[in-house]
C-alpha cells in the first residue's frame, strides 16, 4: 500500500509570503505528526493530531504556524508571514495506535526555502 | 544539554566492521525509536523498542532502562549502510511526541 506522501517536495518563497504543506497518511492511521528538521540536525516536533483535534501542539514555534486536519486525513501545515529563519525540511508522520503510540511512518518531507 | 543525545556525531568504518551506535536519554520514556535517514531525507523506522533487545537481520538493538541508555549494532557493515541513524525517545503513553537526537553520520567504505 502507499506510505506517507508529503506534497510539494520542495518550496521555495520569498520572505513575507504564505505557505501551505500537505500530507497524506497512511490510509487509517488515526494519529499524525509534523516535525521540522533544520540542516545537520534531528528532527523538532511541531504538532500531533489524534484524528481531527490537535492533540498536542506545544511544538509549534510562533502564531505564524498553525496545522489542520479536517477530515482526520490529510492535514496542512500552515506559515504565514515566511522568515529565513523557517527554511528547512518539513516532515510528516502517521501512526495506526489510537493513542498515539505505535511505530511512525515518515514521509519524503517538504524542503521550504525562504529567500 | 539536550533530553537525547547520541555518540558519536561521525562514525567511518570500512566494511565488515562491527559498529556501535550509542543513544543516552535524561527523561522517562515508554519506548525509544531508532530511525535509519538517507540522503534525500527519507527516514525509515528501524526499531522500537521498551526494554531488552531486537534483532532485524545484521541490525541490532538494546535498550537498559536503569541506566537511560540505547545502542545500535550493526553487524558485518556494508557500505549502503552508510546513513544518518537517529535516536529517538517517546514519552508517555499518550501524545507520543518524539524527542530526537541530533543523529549520527555513518560512512562505511568498500
Known amino acids: 500500500g502507499a506510505g506517507v506522501s508529503q506534497t510539494p517536495s520542495n518550496k521555495v518563497t520569498e520572505k513575507g509570503k504564505y505557505v501551505e504543506l500537505r500530507c497524506d497518511p497512511i490510509s487509517g492511521h488515526t494519529a499524525l505528526y509534523w516535525y521540522r528538521q533544520s540542516l545537520g540536525q534531528g528532527p523538532e516536533f511541531l504538532i500531533y493530531?489524534?484524528?481531527?483535534?490537535?492533540?498536542?501542539d506545544s511544538g509549534l514555534p510562533n502564531d505564524r504556524f498553525f496545522a489542520v486536519r479536517p477530515e482526520g486525513s490529510v492535514s496542512t501545515l500552515k506559515i504565514q508571514r515566511t522568515e529565513r529563519g523557517d527554511s528547512a525540511v518539513y516532515l510528516c508522520?502517521?501512526?495506526?495506535?489510537?493513542?498515539?503510540?505505535?511505530?511512525?511512518?515518515f514521509g519524503p518531507g517538504t524542503r521550504l526555502t525562504v529567500l | 544539554k539536550n533530553e537525547v543525545e547520541q555518540s558519536p556525531q561521525n562514525l567511518t568504518a570500512q566494511e565488515g566492521e562491527f559498529i556501535t551506535i550509542n543513544c543516552s536519554y535524561s527523561v522517562g520514556i515508554s519506548a525509544l525509536h531508532w530511525l535509519q535517514q538517507h540522503p534525500g531525507g527519507g527516514i525509515v523506522s528501524l526499531f522500537m523498542?521498551?526494554?531488552g533487545k531486537k534483532k532485524h537481520g545484521r541490525l541490532i538493538a538494546t535498550i537498559n532502562i536503569q541506566e537511560k541508555h540505547s545502542s545500535l549494532h550493526i553487524t558485518a557493515s556494508h557500505p549502503r549502510d552508510s546513513a544518518v541513524y537517529i535516536c529517538a525517545a517517546r514519552r508517555g503513553t499518550s501524545g507520543s511526541r518524539l524527542t530526537f537526537g541530533e543523529g549520527t553520520q555513518l560512512t562505511v567504505n568498500p
Open positions: 493530531f489524534q484524528g481531527t483535534g490537535a492533540a498536542d
Open positions: 523498542l521498551s526494554s
Open positions: 508522520a502517521s501512526s495506526l495506535a489510537g493513542n498515539g503510540g505505535g511505530e511512525q511512518f
